[in-house]
T-cell receptor, first 112, second 112 residues
Framework: QKEVEQNSGPLSVPEGAIASLNCTYS??????FFWYRQYSGKSPELIMS????GDKEDGRFTAQLNKASQYVSLLIRDSQPSDSATYLC????????????FGSGTQLTVLP | EADIYQTPRYLVIGTGKKITLECSQT?????MYWYQQDPGMELHLIHY???????EKGDLSSESTVSRIRTEHFPLTLESARPSHTSQYLC???????????FGSGTRLTVV
């Protein structure tokens, strides 16, 4: 089992819809959780971080964390074609406490 | 605005050549990382450093070496490039153990 798993994708949503990206992790002691956006041919860009259970909102983005279920998600409201990218979930697991473990990413396409 | 810089942006080089990929950051971060990523594929950690004179190998077996003589500088060297080294190399840094990473713009290496 991979330490960090994401929807295999690709995921397509129409413009204006809510895109929901999911991530599960295996290490119950994980403390820090991050979402990165990576456009094709570019480097990952940090868009959200979350450390405690519940929701964290930043503009059109909402990160949700449920440590009991070992689940973190990213919601993108009012999706735009410019949101089309690969979204990477990253978790700081207790085993490698000073490194992030990245998921394989979910490719999102927002259709105009 | 990037505070972590990678050069060159693109490099095409012949088999057997020695190359050094440069990475510098102006944020004073102690922790720096090198990742390898093939198109559409996962990030693989190849080297990391937690400070000056500290370097460790990552999860991916690599024929490269790194050095950390100055906080701001973390170069990666391939002694003898091979076509299997063709990939994108991403440098990242972080301020604290619980922080996310900031990535550079990457070096796309092609070995012919």
């Amino acid at each position: 089992q991979k330490e960090v798993e994401q929807n295999s994708g690709p995921l397509s949503v129409p413009e204006g819809a809510i895109a929901s990206l999911n991530c599960t992790y295996s290490d119950r002691g994980s403390q820090s959780f991050f979402w990165y956006r990576q456009y094709s041919g570019k480097s990952p860009e940090l868009i959200m971080s979350i450390y405690s259970n519940g929701d964290k909102e930043d503009g059109r983005f909402t990160a949700q964390l449920n440590k009991a279920s070992q689940y973190v998600s990213l919601l993108i409201r009012d999706s735009q074609p410019s949101d089309s990218a690969t979204y990477l979930c990253a978790v700081r697991t207790s085993g490698s406490a000073r490194q992030l473990t990245f998921g394989s990413g979910t490719q999102l396409t927002v259709l105009p | 605005e990037a505070d972590i810089y990678q050069t060159p942006r693109y490099l095409v080089i012949g088999t057997g050549k020695k190359i050094t990929l440069e990475c510098s950051q102006t944020m004073g971060h102690d922790k720096m990382y090198w990742y390898q990523q093939d198109p559409g594929m996962e990030l693989h950690l190849i080297h990391y450093s937690y400070g000056v004179n500290s370097t460790e190998k990552g999860d991916l077996s690599s024929e490269s070496t790194v050095s950390r003589i100055r906080t701001e500088h973390f170069p990666l060297t391939l002694e003898s490039a091979r076509p299997s080294h063709t990939s994108q190399y991403l440098c990242a840094s972080s301020e604290r153990s619980e922080s996310g990473y900031t990535f550079g713009s990457g070096t796309r290496l092609t070995v012919v």
